[in-house]
């Protein structure tokens, strides 16, 4: 799904864990005929991390069809549980994508759980296979997103049809590079490898959080191994049953809406940004930006796909509102080097293609893409009538999927309904992980707790600092507290504020929020 980096089944028997403070890590089970269990971890202080983490890699089957065959891989992160009086096992996350990489996320998660809460746990981040730091790593055409890139928005069936020799061209670029590794892709292959971390862990259970692209693989292995989930947490959820075709065109509107949200609140103030008194007037200013970087890109650097994919991150947070605000209105008045700082933090891909490699190899591969490029053509054209603000730049972030050399078959179903307790999170305004998407998963969930923020827009409710939103997640992960259950979502949480422009908008870029990833998705 479009620039979530900061995007699987069958039903298995069994209950979840019961909610015990200290889950029995004997035995691990599940072992496949001729699969031998993953060897304990040799972990080191992580050259990359802070102190007091450390890193690891386990070996995984390539093909979980032959488990004595060729093998990969995974690289895994660990800040270890301190109160070992409290202990919970361990915590796995994941931040989305698919293709982002989790190795830092018992860093991040320390602050978000707070610390007294995160030294009850193993904290475990991992690359998910070919991402980061696993091996091998997924790499086809590392300059693929070096700017200034073809306008995404096609003026003519010319440029359109180059765009589509363009995504083919990289399709066969990732077939000659990894062609072997891209049979082995899929969502499921990734929960397979997250249940050989937890036997590599000595771990009868883990707890899972998982955002993003990560509801949807904690829910495939939900599905797969539900007598080995403990704890499970999905975060702005993936619509199970639009994987992916039509997630992606179900995200141009979704962004449609937040992006015509963005340049009202551009308007309110209007005595900082000057770019128009009503959303409109704004919109059409960005537009004219846009259209001025194609012909003259600021710097050489930003050009109308590189405005898109800049401007794209305040669908996700809109703590970003102000920073992205004020670099269009410094364009606007002639001053292009905030928009460029703004791309640097937002928008440059450029140099690593990893994680839109990783992304294809999955997208592609876990579901059915439509392979003649007229139903493209005729959906894409139709998605740009009431969507312009995502529509094509997301189509050419896909359409790779039209001619991938791995043929997607129908998504593996999920079935959560073996597992007993789980704890779910959406906003009703979510353009990455639409609405719906927690809806639907809550009904393959039949106990599960659905917690809804009412029209925040953001994508990651989680840790960010909403009372209602943490006490509810942080009492789950403590004991096993669930709200108490209703009908449709069980609890409505107000949303974050609005950002309000700083002072001294018009001469500063900006603070960007603290744990964005370039190149998230």
């Not at 308007?267 to 940004?273: E, K, V």
């Amino acid at each position: 799904m479009k620039k979530i980096l900061v995007a699987l089944a069958t039903a298995g028997l069994g209950l979840s864990g019961a909610l015990t403070a200290s889950p029995a890590t004997a035995g691990t089970g599940n072992n496949p005929p001729g699969h031998t269990p993953p060897a304990a971890p040799q972990w080191a202080q992580c050259e990359d991390l802070p102190e007091g983490i450390d890193c690891a890699s386990i070996a995984v089957p390539l093909d979980y069809s032959r488990p004595r065959g060729k093998t990969i891989k995974i690289a895994i992160t660990r800040k270890k549980a301190t109160d070992t009086a409290h202990y919970q096992g361990a915590i796995l996350f994941n931040p989305g994508g698919p293709g982002g990489s989790g190795r830092a996320y018992p860093v991040v998660m320390q602050t978000r759980l707070g610390a007294a809460l995160a030294a009850q746990y193993d904290l475990i981040g991992f690359d998910p296979r070919g991402v980061g730091a696993s091996e091998p790593a997924l790499s086809c055409d590392p300059h693929f997103f070096d700017p200034v890139r073809p306008d995404y928005l096609p003026s003519t069936w010319a440029e359109e049809a180059a765009w589509v020799k363009k995504m083919q061209g990289y399709s066969k670029a990732c077939d000659t590079a990894h062609g072997e590794l891209l049979r082995h892709m899929t969502t499921v292959d990734a929960a397979k490898d997250m249940d050989e971390i937890r036997k590599a862990l000595g771990q009868a259970q883990i707890s899972y959080v998982g955002y993003s692209y990560g509801t949807y693989l904690g829910a495939t292995y939900a599905t797969l191994f539900p007598s080995k989930v403990r704890r499970l947490v999905l975060d702005s959820i993936v619509n199970p049953e639009r994987v992916w075709y039509g997630a992606n065109l179900d995200q141009n509107q979704a962004f449609e809406v937040r992006a015509k949200d963005f340049f009202a609140w551009i308007a309110a103030y209007d005595a900082t940004y000057h770019l128009g008194t009503d959303g409109a007037t704004v919109e059409k200013a960005y537009y004219a930006a846009r259209a001025k970087l194609k012909a003259a890109p600021a710097e050489g650097r930003v050009g109308p796909d590189e405005l898109d994919d800049t401007f794209l991150s305040g669908g996700y947070l809109k703590s970003r509102w102000p920073l992205l605000a004020n670099a269009l209105s410094k364009y606007a008045a002639g001053d292009s080097a905030p928009l460029v700082t703004a791309y640097g933090t937002y928008g440059d891909s450029s140099g690593d293609d990893n994680s839109f490699a990783v992304y294809s190899a999955v997208e592609c591969s876990d579901a059915r893409w439509p392979r003649d490029w007229n139903t493209w053509h005729r959906d894409w054209w139709q998605s740009y009538r009431t969507a312009p603000f995502l529509t094509w730049g997301n189509a050419w972030f896909n359409a790779q999927c039209q001619s991938w050399p791995v043929r997607g078959g129908q998504p593996a179903p999920i079935n959560g309904k073996a597992i007993k307790n789980a704890l779910f999170f959406q906003d009703t305004k979510d353009a990455a992980t639409p609405y719906q998407g927690g809806v639907v998963m809550h009904k393959l969930f039949p106990s599960s707790r659905l917690v809804v923020m009412d029209g925040g827009g953001n994508h990651g409710l989680t840790g960010r600092g909403n009372a209602c939103v943490d006490d509810i997640w942080k009492a789950y992960l403590l004991d096993g507290t669930l709200p108490a259950s209703k009908p449709g979502p069980d609890v409505h949480c107000a949303p974050f504020p609005d950002p309000v422009p700083p002072a001294a908008a018009l001469r500063t870029t900006g603070t960007p929020d603290d744990d964005w990833v370039p190149g998230e998705h």
